[in-house]
Nanobody, 117 residues
Framework: QVQIVESGGGLVQAGGSLTVSCVVS????????IAWNRQAPGKEREMVAS????????DYVGSVEGRFTISKDKAKNTVSLQMNNLKPEDTAVYSC??????????WGQGTQVTVSA
């Protein structure tokens, strides 16, 4: 099993910055990709950023490109999402997911990010 614990959510004003992090532990040997996702009220969940655990390649959804940066600290089993120039439309529950080479992804419990206008 894989366990995921997120931290770092909170309230920030528009234009501000926030970092959310997740610690991925347990049987992580076959985890290929770790992603940050978000779900706003009344909207579907979307993957906003992902990082490959082997080569560090990253990918972003267009709406956050240039503002968000995903990174990993292998020694701490941590993947962080640095969010800059936050907008009210970034308000959502942010959750971390770990995607194995085969099988279903593992999910964290989520952390609330609220951006005030």
């Amino acid at each position: 099993q894989v366990q995921i614990v997120e931290s770092g959510g909170g309230l920030v004003q528009a234009g501000g910055s926030l970092t959310v992090s997740c610690v991925v532990s347990g049987r992580t040997w076959n985890i290929d990709v770790i992603a940050w996702n978000r779900q706003a009220p009344g909207k579907e969940r979307e993957m906003v950023a992902s990082i490959h655990t082997t080569n560090g390649d990253t990918d972003y959804v267009g709406s956050v490109e240039g503002r968000f940066t995903i990174s990993k600290d292998k020694a701490k089993n941590t993947v962080s999402l640095q969010m800059n120039n936050l907008k009210p439309e970034d308000t959502a529950v942010y959750s971390c997911s770990a995607h194995p080479l085969r099988g279903d992804p593992f999910w964290g419990q989520g952390t609330q990010v609220t951006v005030s206008a």
